[in-house]
Every structure is written in structure tokens, then in C-alpha cells.
């Protein structure tokens, strides 16, 4: 019998992923990981919801301690971004650094397990020509999630399964329902497990970060209002300002070494390139030319068609820590304002994907 470590948050789409292989005949074991304290799936009520689906199903569950990865690789990376101005994206952060890589090493080392699954919305093909694992969307385009794992290395793409990849997610619960799972009904998660757990982004990081109030400028450095904190703005932001003007103004950058807060208005939000970096080339090489793809810059935007081109310094190898420039090209429709400065820095386009 074939064995799989199944990610378990206590929510229905991990709980129906772990039924449905199990009645695929593989031999299941539950992983639930303890990210912190409080309310919320990734703490105490998801680890006993996630409990009893393994006692339902007769199957084996370890509760990991994972605080201290979470402490570091989340909290601190947030915190550190937010008070830098930058506005991170956790979601794949914590995906890589929290949960597949350390629950694939976990599997292999105290398991023997080869293979872990999660119930992720994403699908993983193999090229027959390269031998290289490709990350593609899921069939249920309104819930894909390949977006926040575009960081997931060779190695665990090559052992990880997701078995609601190829199904919609009224699927899924109609599943659940099916199997008689006590997660068939239970509301999804509408935020990050931080915010859910502190009532709002804004307690979070008040928690941690000293509020500096300071001035809101335009880009000649007029000063048109006073801010709360640099660290509560994002870029692209119009809703929360606090600023009369005759038309709308979104933030366009965040200068967190003289606190302030730079506003314009919508051709002066949005832009036609921009320099990435930290790129992960799931289904190819790193380009040493110029590479015709399609990028998406924010989760519920869609990807929009640009040129890359590679920036001297590219090295070899999977990973392309130097910069790339990307362009949007010429007649397509320019990314709205981004949301997340770490999402165009940090997003790899994924050619070919589905």
C-alpha cells in the first residue's frame, strides 16, 4: 500500500483531499501543523477538527510544533516588510518555509513516507521531455491556488499531491457531505490565519510595530494630509486615505526612512515595467534572452502578457537570484496598481500553464 502525509488544517478542503485518497486505497497519515496560539484553522480549532476526521477515518495523526518556523519565517517576515514599507505576501512564504518543505522532510524522517498532499486548488504535471515538474492552475479557476506556490521547489513538487485539483470546489463539498465529514458545512477562511486570529491586519501589526504618524505628499512632496503609521498603507491603495481631491488618489510609494506616504492619481498608480527578483523557473531554464510570457501580479488580478529580460548577472541553475526587467507589451492592458510590492518582486511567470 502506497503511503501519503496529508497536510490537515481542520478545514473541508484538506479533510475531503485526505478521504478522498484514502478511499483511493493509499495508506493516509495525518499532519496537522501547531503554527500558534488562538483562534483560527492553523491553531487549536482546526487541530481538533482535524483530529476528528482522522479518528472518523481510522487513521493515524501527528501534531507538529511548527511555532518557532512560523515565528520566524511570518511574523518576522511581516512585521520586518511592513516597517520597510514593503507589503509581503505570507501566503507563499509560509507555503514553502512552513509547511511543504519541512512536512516533506518530517514525512521522509520520522514517517518513511515519500509522498505528502495537501488540499491545495493547484495540479502538478511532469514534462516527458525535460523530466521537470510543472505547476499548473487548477480546474476551478475561481479557486486556484497556484498563485501562492509558485516558490515550491523541484523536489517537493516531485512528491506532493493534490487530489482537488481536478475538480471544482462545489465538488469538494458535495463530496464532503457525501462522506459524511463534520467539515462538509464549516465557513472557509476569508484572511490570512494572522489576521483571523487578531481581529484585523491593523491589530497585528500594532502589536509589534510603534504607530508614527507622519504626512501624506503627492509627488512634487505637497503635503496633503497626515497618515497613521507607514506600515498600515499598501501600494495601490485608494479606500482609507482620508484626503478630499477631485479625483481619486492611490498610493504610489512608501518611504518608510522619512515616513511618509506618496499619492497620485491612477496613471501615475499603475506602470508598465518593473525589475523582479527571487524568480523560481518551475518549467524551464532561467532565460538568457529576452522571454515573451504572461505575469500576474496579484492574486484576484489576471495575468497580463509582458516581455522578460534577463538583466546581466542571471547565474545557472533552477533559481535566478538577479534581477529580471519585465515590460508589459505594447496594446496589452496595463496591471492595475499592485497591492503587494513582494508579489511583482517575488513572481515567477509559469509558461505554458493551464
Known amino acids: 500500500m502506497d503511503k501519503v502525509v ?4 481542520g478545514g473541508v478542503d484538506s479533510s475531503t483531499a485526505a478521504t478522498v485518497l484514502h478511499h483511493q486505497g493509499y495508506g493516509v497519515v495525518g499532519v496537522t501543523l501547531w503554527l500558534m496560539k488562538g483562534k483560527g484553522q492553523c491553531c487549536s480549532e482546526g487541530m481538533v477538527d482535524a483530529a476528528q ?29 511592513y516597517a520597510a514599507g514593503i507589503t509581503p505576501l505570507p501566503c507563499s512564504n509560509c507555503n514553502k518555509m512552513v509547511k ?20 491545495h486548488y493547484a495540479r502538478i504535471t511532469q514534462d516527458p521531455t525535460t523530466g521537470r515538474y510543472q505547476l499548473r492552475r487548477a480546474i476551478d479557476l475561481s479557486k486556484d491556488q497556484s498563485y501562492f506556490l509558485y516558490d515550491l521547489s523541484q523536489e517537493v513538487l ?27 458545512d464549516k465557513p472557509e477562511s476569508q484572511d490570512l490565519c494572522l489576521v483571523e486570529a487578531h481581529g484585523s491586519m ?16 503627492d509627488r512634487r512632496g505637497k503635503v496633503l494630509g497626515q497618515h497613521q503609521g507607514v506600515h498600515h498603507y499598501t501600494i495601490g491603495q485608494r479606500k482609507g486615505l482620508g484626503i478630499a ?12 526612512v522619512n515616513n511618509r506616504v506618496i499619492v497620485g492619481d491612477r496613471t501615475s498608480a499603475g506602470q508598465l515595467e518593473c525589475t523582479v527578483s527571487r524568480l523560481n523557473w518551475i518549467a524551464i531554464d532561467p532565460p538568457t534572452t529576452p522571454l515573451q510570457a504572461e505575469v500576474q501580479v496579484r492574486y484576484r488580478s489576471g495575468a497580463v502578457p509582458v516581455s522578460i529580460v534577463p538583466i546581466d548577472g542571471v547565474t545557472e541553475g533552477s533559481r ?12 496589452s492592458r496595463s496591471p492595475e496598481p499592485s497591492q503587494t510590492e513582494a508579489t511583482e518582486r517575488s513572481r515567477s511567470p509559469e509558461p505554458n500553464q493551464n
Do not use: W
Open 100 to 119: 511543504f518543505a519541512p512536512m516533506l522532510a518530517y514525512a521522509r524522517a520520522e514517517l518513511g513516507i515519500e509522498k505528502i498532499a495537501t488540499g
Open 320 to 331: 535566478s537570484p538577479e534581477p529580471s526587467q519585465t515590460e508589459a507589451t505594447e496594446g
Open 6 to 9: 496529508v497536510g490537515l488544517s
Open 245 to 256: 481631491a477631485p479625483e481619486p488618489l492611490y498610493v504610489i510609494a512608501l518611504d518608510a
Open 158 to 184: 516531485a512528491a506532493t499531491m493534490f487530489p482537488l485539483g481536478e475538480i471544482p470546489k462545489t465538488e469538494t463539498r458535495k463530496l464532503a457531505a457525501e462522506f459524511d465529514l463534520h467539515t462538509a
Open 202 to 217: 491593523q491589530t497585528f501589526l500594532d502589536k509589534y510595530i510603534q504607530t508614527k504618524t507622519g504626512d501624506i505628499v
Open 53 to 81: 476526521l482522522c479518528e472518523q477515518l481510522g487513521i493515524p495523526h501527528h501534531i507538529v510544533d511548527s511555532r518557532e518556523l512560523f515565528q520566524k519565517n511570518i511574523v518576522d517576515y511581516l512585521v520586518d516588510g
